[in-house]
């Protein structure tokens, strides 16, 4: 997870636990293949508590690890 990431998770308010679940249980909103580094990859999915939707923004590195850019709470419907 990026330092911005981080930053936009305590400002909206998440946990780390949010995020992971988000992805794990989210679905895949927008890839963008634009980018020299590799697709970037939207995906939204519920909290750990159901209560909010997350967002994440990441991309898979060269060592195949997902690295999160960014991460916000989904505000539209």
Do not use: C
């Not at 249980?25 to 159901?50: L, V």
């Not at 909010?52 to 991460?71: A, K, Q, S």
């Amino acid at each position: 997870m990026t330092v911005h990431a981080v930053e936009e998770m305590a400002e909206d308010d998440l946990d780390k636990i949010d995020v992971e679940i988000s992805i794990q249980n989210g679905q895949i909103m927008k890839t963008e293949r634009d980018d020299p580094r590799g697709a970037r990859h939207t995906i939204h999915g519920a909290s750990a508590d159901r209560a909010i939707r997350v967002g994440t923004v990441g991309r898979f590195t060269w060592t195949d690890r997902y690295l999160i850019v960014t991460v916000y709470k989904v505000t539209e419907t």
